[in-house]
C-alpha cells in the first residue's frame, strides 16, 4: 500500500519536480525558476516523505512568508495524505510556541499584546526626545526600525551598520538610533511586544532552555521553507534554533525574485546553502508551465545580463506552453497617450472574452496609478488596486485637494502650477525633492503627482482645477466586484493573469533614481523580471519620450534600452556627458554648522540640518523670491523650476560673492549658472529687482 501511495505522489510530475520530491531525507535546495511548478514540488516532497513512512504529518513544519501561500500549502497537503502537516507564517509559528511556552520564556502566562504597528510607539519615544515629526516620517522611522530589528541590529550599532548598508535613512542617523532606544524602552514599560519580540523572544527561549529546544525539535522533524530567498537574519536565526544539530531541512527559492532586500531580506542563506551544507541536494526547476515561451524568452535574456551575487543561481527557463504572440513593445509621446492606448487595449481584451480579472497594469511606483485608474476609467473599464488605496483615496492626496479647495478663495485667476504648488506647500509639501524614508517618499510622489496634473491643465484656473480632481475622484468610485488589477511590481510578486501590461518603463523611474548603488540597480532589473514573469499569454511593455506633450525627453529602461527603442537605436544608448558638466560629489555631505553626516534631500540643499541654526540674509531671501517670481511669469515656467526654496535659503546665508562659490551650491549647476548666476550675485551685493539691467534680465528668460 505504501508503494502505491509513493507513486500516486510521484505521478505527474516532470523529472526535475520528481527529483525534487524524491531526493534523500537531510539539506535539499530547490532552486525554482517563475512558473516551474515550484509550490506542487513542495508540498509532494511533504507528501513522499509521508508516505514512505520517513516522518508523520504532524512532525512537519512548513513555514512561508504569507497567510495566502500557508493557506493554499495546506489545502494541497490535504488531498494527498499529508493532511495535520502544520503550514504557517514565521509569526504564526513563532506565537504558537510562545503561548505554549510563556511561563518558562516570558514569567507569565500570557503573551504582552502584541503591537498592531511600531508608529504610536515611534512617536511617543521621539516625544520623549522632544523631537516632533509627522505621521509619514514616523512610519518612515518605524520601518528602519523594523529593518534593523529583522537584521538583529541592535540600537547602539544601528548607525554604523545603516550606514555600511545604504540604508535610506529618514532623517540623521544618530537621531533615529536614540528614537529606537526610547522606543525599545517604552514598549518594555508598556508591556507589549512587537512582531520582531516574537521571533526572538522564541528563538532565544530555544536558545537557552535545553527542555523547550528538546520538546520542539521532538515535535518538529523535516522542515520545509518556502520563499528562502526573502529570509532575514532574524528569521534565519529562529529557524536555526528549531533545527539545532540537525539537517532534514528543503529550502525553495529563486535568487532572481530577490526584491525586498530595503526590509531586511537576503538571498545570502540561499545562495551559502551548499556551503554551510556541504551534503546538500540542489535540484532546479527550469521548465516554465505558467507563460508562452515568446514570455520566458524575453524573461531569460532581462535576468541573463544580471550581475551580482544572486546572478550565480539564475535558472534558464524552458518555456513548456504553446507558442503565444511575441511580447508588444510600444513608444509614446507623452503619459497621457501611454494610458490612453493601455485602456483602449484592455477595454478590447475584454471585448473579445479575456476576463477583466485576468488582466493586470503593472508599474513601479504607486504615484503612476492615477494616469492609469483615470485612462482606464474613461474607458469604462472596471479596476481593482492591488495592495494600495485608490490614487484619490490615499491621505496625502485627500489633504492636498482639501487645500487646494481652500485656496480656491484668494487664488488669482492664472498661473495654475503656481498656485497649486503654493497651496500643497502650505501643508507641507516641498518642490525640491522626495525626502528620505519609504513611506515619506511614496507619500511626495503622490502629491507631485497632483502638480503634473496640474501641469496638463494649466489652462484652467484653480477653481476649475479643483472641479476636475472631483470629476476623477468620482468616477473612480464606482463599486467593481472584477476589474483590471492596478499594482505596482512589489505587489504583483505571487501573483499571474493573461495579459500584463508593463508600463512607464523609463530611466528614473525603472530602475529609479533612489537605485545608486549597483546592488540596488541590480534589484530593479529583478523586480522587471518578476513582473515579465506574471504574465501568461500576453504582455505589453511601454513607455513615453516625455511626460507631457513637448516636455524634457526621456529614455527608455536600461534593461530593454534596445527593445523599447525600436527604430530610433540613439535612444538605447546612455547620453554623453556635455562639456563642463559637474562632476557628481563623492563622500557624505556633512552639516556646516553641527558637522552632521546630512540624509535628508532639504538638508543637503541646504548644507545644513534642518533644525540648525540659521543665519539666513531675511531681506536678501525675499528679494531672491521677488526675482524668482519675475523669472517663472516672463518664462511661463513654475517658481521652483528657477530654484527652489532650499536653494535660495543656502544663497541667503551663504550670500556667495563669486561664480565659483555659487556654484558650490546644491542646486545650482552649470545651466542655471548661465541663466541666473549675473543676477543672483548681483542681489547677494545689494541690487533689487528693479536694480537688473535688462541683459541680466535677459539672460534669464532667454537662456
Known amino acids: 500500500m505504501t508503494g502505491n501511495r509513493v507513486e500516486q505522489v510521484l505521478a505527474g510530475l516532470d523529472d526535475e519536480q520528481r527529483a525534487a520530491v524524491s531526493a534523500p531525507a537531510g539539506p535539499v535546495c530547490i532552486l525554482a525558476g517563475a512558473g516551474t511548478g515550484k509550490t506542487r514540488a513542495v508540498t509532494h516532497r511533504i507528501a513522499y516523505r509521508v508516505a514512505k513512512g520517513d516522518v508523520r504529518p504532524q512532525h512537519v513544519l512548513a513555514v512561508t512568508f504569507t497567510q495566502r501561500a500557508a493557506g493554499e500549502l495546506r489545502d494541497r497537503l490535504r488531498p494527498l495524505g499529508a493532511d495535520g502537516a502544520q503550514a504557517r507564517t514565521f509569526h504564526s509559528a513563532a506565537l504558537r510556541q510562545l503561548r ?73 542617523a544618530a537621531e533615529v538610533a536614540k528614537i529606537y532606544t526610547a522606543y525599545e524602552e517604552g514598549k ?14 522564541t528563538a532565544r527561549g530555544i536558545e537557552e532552555h535545553d527542555d523547550i529546544a528538546q520538546q520542539i525539535r521532538a515535535q518538529y522533524r523535516l522542515f520545509v521553507v518556502d520563499e528562502y530567498q526573502d529570509v532575514n537574519p532574524l528569521q534565519q536565526r529562529l529557524l536555526d534554533a528549531w533545527l539545532g544539530d540537525r539537517d532534514d531541512l528543503t529550502v525553495v527559492g529563486d535568487a532572481a525574485q530577490t526584491i525586498y532586500s530595503f526590509t531586511g531580506a537576503t538571498a545570502d542563506y540561499l545562495l551559502d546553502f551548499t556551503r554551510v551544507h556541504r551534503e546538500a541536494t540542489v535540484v532546479r526547476l527550469v521548465r516554465d508551465y505558467r507563460s508562452t515561451p515568446q514570455i520566458v524568452g524575453l524573461a531569460n535574456e532581462t535576468i541573463g545580463a544580471a550581475t551580482g551575487a544572486q546572478a550565480r543561481l539564475r535558472l534558464k527557463l524552458i518555456g ?168 505596482s511590481l512589489h505587489a504583483a510578486k505571487g501573483l499571474e493573469w493573461d495579459a500584463v501590461f508593463l508600463v512607464g518603463l523609463v530611466e528614473g523611474t525603472l530602475p529609479t533614481t533612489y537605485a545608486r548603488t549597483s546592488a540596488q540597480v541590480e534589484e530593479e532589473r529583478r523586480l522587471l523580471y518578476v513582473g515579465i514573469t506574471r504574465a501568461r499569454h500576453s504582455l505589453w511593455l511601454s513607455w513615453s519620450l516625455s511626460r507631457l506633450p513637448g516636455g524634457r525627453p526621456r529614455r527608455p529602461c536600461r534593461f530593454l534600452a534596445e527593445r523599447l527603442a525600436g527604430d530610433r537605436p540613439e535612444l538605447a544608448k546612455p547620453p554623453a556627458a556635455k562639456p563642463g558638466k559637474k562632476a557628481p560629489k563623492s563622500g557624505p555631505i556633512i552639516c556646516r554648522i553641527c558637522g552632521k553626516t546630512l540624509i535628508d534631500a532639504e538638508a543637503r540643499k541646504l548644507g545644513r540640518c534642518v533644525d540648525c541654526p540659521s543665519n539666513i540674509d531675511e531681506e536678501l531671501y525675499e528679494r531672491l523670491v521677488e526675482w524668482r517670481l519675475a523669472v517663472a511669469r516672463a518664462t511661463a515656467l513654475p517658481a521652483y523650476t528657477v530654484f527652489t526654496n532650499a536653494t535660495l535659503t543656502a544663497i541667503a546665508e551663504l550670500r556667495p560673492e563669486e561664480i565659483s562659490s555659487l556654484a558650490k551650491i546644491a542646486g545650482v549647476g552649470p545651466s542655471k549658472i548661465t541663466k541666473y548666476g549675473e543676477a543672483v550675485l548681483a542681489l547677494v551685493g545689494g541690487a533689487s529687482v528693479d536694480d537688473l539691467s535688462a541683459e541680466q534680465m535677459n539672460s534669464a528668460t532667454t537662456s
Open 100 to 172: 505554549y511556552f510563556s511561563s518558562r520564556l516570558l514569567g507569565s502566562r500570557e503573551v504582552p499584546e502584541l503591537m498592531d504597528s511600531k508608529a504610536k510607539f515611534v512617536g511617543i519615544a521621539a516625544a520623549r526626545l522632544g523631537l516632533a515629526f509627522s505621521r509619514t516620517k514616523l512610519r518612515d522611522i518605524a520601518g528602519e526600525i523594523e529593518w534593523a530589528k529583522s537584521s538583529l541590529v541592535e540600537p547602539d550599532t544601528y548607525q554604523a551598520m545603516a550606514l555600511r548598508a545604504g540604508r535610506d535613512i529618514p532623517g540623521d
Open 188 to 201: 518594555q514599560r508598556a508591556g507589549v511586544i512587537d512582531f520582531e519580540d516574537m521571533l526572538l523572544y
Open 320 to 487: 513548456q506552453r504553446p507558442d503565444g504572440p511575441p511580447p508588444q513593445t510600444l513608444t509614446f509621446d507623452d503619459e497621457h497617450a501611454e494610458a490612453a492606448a493601455v485602456a483602449a487595449r484592455c477595454a478590447e481584451l475584454i471585448a473579445r472574452g479575456v476576463p477583466a480579472g485576468q488582466i493586470a497594469v503593472l508599474f513601479r511606483a504607486n504615484a503612476q496609478s492615477e494616469a492609469y485608474e483615470a485612462a482606464l476609467s474613461d474607458a469604462g473599464v472596471p479596476t481593482v488596486v492591488q495592495g494600495a488605496a485608490r490614487f484619490f483615496d490615499r491621505p496625502e492626496v485627500r489633504q492636498a485637494v482639501v487645500a487646494l479647495r481652500a485656496a480656491t478663495r484668494t487664488a488669482p485667476a492664472e498661473g495654475l502650477v503656481d498656485t497649486v504648488t503654493e497651496a500643497l506647500e502650505a501643508v507641507g509639501w516641498r518642490p525640491q525633492g522626495a525626502p528620505g524614508g519609504g513611506q515619506a517618499r511614496e507619500k511626495w510622489e503622490a502629491v507631485a503627482a497632483l502638480v503634473r496634473l496640474a501641469e496638463e491643465h494649466a489652462h484652467l484656473d484653480l477653481p476649475g482645477f479643483v472641479d476636475e480632481l472631483a470629476r476623477r475622484a468620482a468616477v473612480q468610485h464606482v463599486p467593481t466586484v472584477d476589474g483590471v488589477t492596478l499594482a
